[in-house]
């Protein structure tokens, strides 16, 4: 019978052989049913009004057959079907159970259970037999040892269980029964309303379809129990032991390791849930806790030909427990039902209780339900609970559309906490579960509606719930469209972390658990997220990452990638927030001291468009206290000439914080830090060599000490910056179009140490005056150790500009801005000179060699000479010639008179020279065509028209040419004339012998 016409006492609905069949859902179904029918045929056979056509006789059934049946006094009235089986009909189980005379093979339905219409119609087969009475399927009649026999339809009603729903019945005991029966026949249960009170009852067993619509389910939770659930969900099949030879084992150890994907020794189980278990080797120890540590445990769902579905985390070199747990072929839905707890508690001490639904089968569908208090209840348990949805040992489960609660543990005062967390869901070895629009929200005082164990591939889509918490292994979650309250993420892990279109409310968005090593062993990605923040006064962080320094027997680190991406802090509920406000916070310690077990590090760290709203306070973006023994999966390196970074930091639109006013080199507030000394040694190349980009970061404050990092800035305002701890910074530090202004407290000390192995670059970059304990101070920017205006500049420079307030400030002071020093921004290169040389002045304001690092050809112009003189490398000289040839020549030297000038040239009108410089005669040549034995002629040398050198010997036979030094001073000064005339000729020269005179000058250097 459907709802419907189980509501109508006076409609009756027919009988047939498949009806009879599904009333035994057992091997001797068919017989029994024969049965029924010929004892029915027997008797038909002793009257012979009895149809030939139904029972083989003829004739058709009357009311004597049956004493009387049929309208009047006597039995309920009652109709000939069709097929022949005869049908009484009775108001409530009670009227039939008194009917004494009832025999067997008699049909029977009844109107209600209790009463006429109350739901617990049913239809029935009266038969002799001993069959274990429920109350619904069987039930025991007073006459001849007969019984009534369910016939069931389609599906099944708690009421025709006997279900009262009056409050006061524990209803469980006959939805308990009425599951039974359904679960032997494979036959759903479809319970669309009503009320029901479940008391002690437990272990109700579901294995087909439950739809519950309207039903109201009201659980005592005083009885709630430590081992048996409310209800249970469970599979048919039973678990299976996988026993290898040797050899399998061998290679199936071979492949339990990360990466893999196929297993062929594992293609007999497809289609099963297997577990890999090593009790010998533990893992996952628990700090702060008396633990000793999960066993290694993986498990993965078979697909054909061993494929296997799940990723493989650990790698294994034995087992001591390898089970398959087949699933089911097809998915059990349970859908709809309401539930009221009590909110009591039996008061166990302290142990995590029961108090709904446990699924222990694969392919389990949950939805369209709510889960909430009893009106004008509270939650006054002093008991954990394990979760009103707890799933076990299970693939393939979805919980959606439903509504429950977290339980309070953390009420006022102490009295009344809960001794442990306790949960609204939980869970434990769960492959592929959805959670779907699924609402549970609180206040501070509840704990998580969830806790977890043993998580993978955990999808979360559109829920608001006040947890996310999985304790030991969650691996791949999927996070979307939802909003998780003040509990927040507690996590542990590895895998995919994805979560998108997220809101958080409290502190932190994702706080990875320091019991278990705040450790996540993946990819973590958030993407258009949000923090609400609760607290103004509370650090708020949106990657919490902060271990004990402890042994917790695995691997533990920060993720293998990080990319944060559309990131708000949202201030906007809290009056004046004060707090600090993170990106990502990790320990002070890169090792674990008492194992020298290394931490592992993302080799990409990604965070983009991270802002704040409602207050004007940005963020700190990262503090590495220690890089020197992280493990970053691949190696990295440094030597003379480069980084060869094994991490990527790109940070890109940050909101950066200006942290408070503090001296240059603090690291109280930072907003990035990587911590080295220069002589500290890294443990290898697997350490942490990272190159760090800087991108439209706002007010940036903060060190890279000695450590080894490229960094890159771009659009950034430079607070104060230190790349010097016992040593530079190993790398490089390059600034683009970005403005250095420091904001700091005075305490005497340079406001930036730039000392990098691979140098400082400064491109398109403007510098501003430094702001010393709030007031602008230009007449300390030489506090800046990379400049000081008109006298020294560090580094590489290309087109850098000083701010209007400095070149204001300097051409107030009477020492304006050098345009060689306007040289040096625009180009700079830091194998230069760091000093500032002037191209132009006196001959006294002449620079030192040293300040242009003694560069050959470096001119000045003195404006006591009215020219340029050049250095040389040793000395200052002339741009001009360093030195001329004076020549003299006579054609007839035998003819010349003394007194006679030699040519300069034909017919110049002096035959003089006219000198442009300063300098002095250095040498003189003298050449005769036909040389006497002795001086051919003497000749003086003349200065401004009178005799200066007198009495020159010119060459003879024996020295022609003849090449000597001048003697004594032989000095002149520009514009002086010089000539040379005929003092004596020798006799005896012969007619026609010409000679010639060079006079080698040397000018002044200057």
């Known amino acids: 019978m459907d709802e419907q016409k189980q509501m109508d006492g006076n409609t009756v609905a027919p009988v047939s052989r498949r009806q009879l069949l599904a009333a035994f859902g057992m091997a001797s179904a068919a017989l029994a049913a024969q049965s029924i029918l010929a004892g029915q045929a027997a008797a038909a056979a002793q009257n012979p009004t009895v149809s030939g056509s139904t029972y083989g006789g003829g004739g058709t059934v009357t009311g004597a057959t049956y004493n009387g049946n049929g309208p009047g006094s006597g039995y309920p009235p009652g109709k000939a079907m069709a097929n022949g089986l005869y049908h009484l009909l009775y108001e409530t189980v009670a009227d039939m159970k008194a009917d004494a005379s009832l025999v067997d093979g008699i049909l029977a339905s009844t109107s209600g259970y209790y009463e006429s219409g109350d739901g617990g119609g049913a239809d029935y087969v009266i038969r002799s037999g001993t069959l274990p009475e429920d109350g619904g399927g069987v039930i025991s009649l007073s006459a001849n040892g007969l019984q009534a026999v369910l016939l069931p339809g389609d599906s099944i009603r708690y009421k025709q269980f006997g279900a009262v729903g009056d409050g006061s019945n524990d209803d469980g005991v006959q939805i308990k029964k009425a599951h039974a029966y359904a679960n032997d ?183 369209n339900q709510w889960v909430g208090l009893e009106e004008g209840a509270v939650d006054v348990s002093l008991d954990p609970r394990s979760g009103f949805y707890y799933f076990n040992n299970v693939f393939d489960v979805t919980l959606e559309n439903v509504r429950l609660i977290p339980w309070e543990q953390d009420r006022e005062g102490t009295d009344r906490d809960v001794p442990a967390g306790t949960y609204g869901i939980g869970g434990a070895r769960v492959l592929n579960a959805t959670f779907r629009n699924v609402t549970a929200e609180g206040s501070n005082v509840h704990w998580g509606v969830f806790g977890t164990n043993l998580f993978k591939n955990f999808r979360i889509e559109g829920c608001r719930l006040n947890r996310v918490d999985v304790h030991f292994h969650c691996w791949n979650l999927y996070v979307k469209d939802s909003e998780i309250g003040y509990r927040g993420f507690t996590l542990t892990g590895g895998g995919d972390l994805f979560i998108e279109n997220t809101k958080r409310f409290g502190s932190r968005f994702i706080d990875f658990r320091v019991d278990y090593g705040a450790k996540w062993d993946g990819n973590i990605r958030l993407s258009n997220c949000r923090l609400v923040v609760t607290s103004g006064t509370a650090e708020a962080v949106a990657l919490h990452c902060v271990p004990a320094n402890f042994d917790y027997k695995y691997p533990i680190g920060y993720g293998r990638s990080i990319k944060v991406e559309d990131f708000i802090f949202d201030y906007t509920g809290i009056p004046n927030p004060t707090g600090v406000c993170r990106i990502m916070k990790i320990a002070t310690f890169s090792k674990i001291t008492s194992t020298s077990a290394r931490l592992f590090f993302p080799q990409t760290i990604e965070f983009s468009d991270v802002s704040v709203v409602g207050r004007e306070k940005g963020v700190r973006i990262l503090e590495i206290a220690n890089p020197l ?361 012969a007619a026609g012998t010409y000679a010639t005179v060079d006079l080698y000058v040397n000018y002044a250097n200057y």
């Not at 709630?224 to 048919?236: G, L, M, Q």
């Not at 030192?848 to 050809?857: C, H, L, Q, T, V």
Request: aromatic fraction near 12%; include cysteine; hydrophobic fraction near 35%.
């Open 629 to 989: 023994s992280f493990h970053l999966g691949k190696p990295g390196g440094y030597d003379a000439n480069q980084v060869t970074p094994n991490c990527h930091m790109r940070f890109v639109n940050i909101q950066s914080e200006k942290v408070p006013r503090q001296a240059s080199q603090s690291t109280a507030n930072v907003n990035f830090l990587l911590n080295a000394l220069g002589t500290a040694a890294y443990d290898d190349p697997y350490a942490l060599h990272p190159k760090i980009d800087m991108i439209h970061c706002g007010d940036f404050f903060g060190h890279f000490k000695g450590a080894i990092a490229d960094a890159y800035f771009n659009q950034c305002t430079i607070n104060c910056l230190d790349a010097y701890e016992g040593g530079p910074m190993r790398g490089r530090i390059v600034f683009d179009n970005c403005r250095i202004k420091a904001d700091a407290v005075d305490d005497g000390k340079l406001l930036y140490s730039l000392s990098a192995v691979h140098g400082v670059s400064f491109v398109n970059c403007t510098v501003h005056a430094p702001v010393l304990d709030g007031t602008e101070r230009p007449d300390l920017l030489g506090r800046y150790d990379f400049i000081n205006v008109n006298n020294t500049l560090r580094y590489n420079h290309l087109n850098t500009r000083l701010s209007k307030t400095l070149v204001d400030y300097f051409a107030g002071a009477g020492t304006p801005v050098e345009p060689e020093f306007y040289a040096m921004l625009k180009s700079h290169h830091d194998s230069e000179s760091i000093s500032m040389a002037k191209r132009k002045g006196t001959t006294a304001e002449r620079p030192a060699p040293a300040k242009f690092n003694s560069e050959k050809g470096f001119a000045y112009f003195d404006t006591d000479l009215g020219q340029p003189v050049v250095w040389d490398g040793t000395r200052w000289v002339n741009t001009a010639k360093a030195g001329d040839t004076l020549h003299y020549y006579t054609g007839d030297l035998p003819a010349a008179a003394p007194g006679t000038a030699m040519k300069r040239v034909e017919s110049h009108p002096s035959q003089e020279y006219v000198l442009p410089q300063a300098g002095q005669l250095a040498k003189y040549a003298i050449y005769v065509s036909a040389p006497l034995a002795s001086a051919s002629f003497t000749f003086d040398v003349w200065k401004n028209g009178a005799v200066w050198l007198s009495g020159i010997a010119g060459s003879t036979s024996s020295s022609n040419p003849k090449l000597a030094a001048f003697t004594g001073a032989a000095s002149f000064n520009a514009g002086d004339r010089i000539a040379i005339r005929i003092a004596s000729v020798g006799s005896g020269l």
């Open 185 to 367: 026949r494979e036959l759903p249960v479809v319970n669309l309303s009503g009320e029901y009170w479940i008391k002690q009852t437990n272990e109700i067993v579901i294995q087909t379809n439950a739809s519950w619509g309207h039903t109201k389910f009201h659980i005592d939770e005083s009885f709630n129990s430590r081992s048996n659930p409310r209800f249970r969900v469970t599979s048919r099949k039973s678990e299976v032991t996988i026993a290898f030879d040797a050899a399998t084992k061998a290679s199936f150890l071979s492949q339990m390791k990360p990466g893999t994907t196929l297993i062929p020794e594992l293609a007999p189980y497809k289609n099963s849930l297997v577990f890999v278990v090593d009790s010998n080797d533990k893992i996952g120890v628990r700090y702060g806790y008396t633990h000793n540590g999960w066993n290694r445990e993986e498990f993965f769902y078979v697909e054909e030909h061993g494929r296997l579905i799940g990723d493989i985390a650990w790698t294994f070199t034995g087992y001591t427990s390898l089970i398959a747990y087949p699933c089911d072929d097809n998915y059990l839905v349970i859908d709809g039902g309401t539930f009221y707890m009590s909110g009591t508690s039996p008061g166990v001490n302290g142990a995590y209780l029961h108090n709904g639904i446990l699924v222990r089968r694969s392919r389990t569908i949950i939805r």
